[in-house]
């Protein structure tokens, strides 16, 4: 099945985010963090139900390289790309 993705707003803020911080501690860094973030988005749009539901039909994929994760719904050949998020802070609704 080929699948659409759907980007909250706040994805692209946190994406920045993440970018500009490892862009200024070097900028090899910054491109191997992008490089990771596409590498794991390419791997959720082919396997989408490979990662399993954990809190309301929420799905994690995790960085390979970075303490990053994707949270994402599937509905139907649509998957809504809802945060990126550092694995290690605190995150409240």
Known sequence: MSYIL???DSVTLE???????????SIELGNRF???FKQT??????FP???????HNIRIAL?????FSIHFMVEGNVIYILKVMHTKRFFKQ
């Open 6 to 8: 759907l980007f909250e």
């Open 15 to 25: 994406y920045q985010k993440a970018i500009d911080y490892y862009d200024d501690v």
């Open 34 to 36: 992008e490089h990771d």
């Open 41 to 46: 988005l390419q791997y959720v749009k082919q």
């Open 49 to 55: 139900l490979h990662f399993s539901a954990r809190y």
């Open 63 to 67: 960085f390979e390289n970075f303490p």
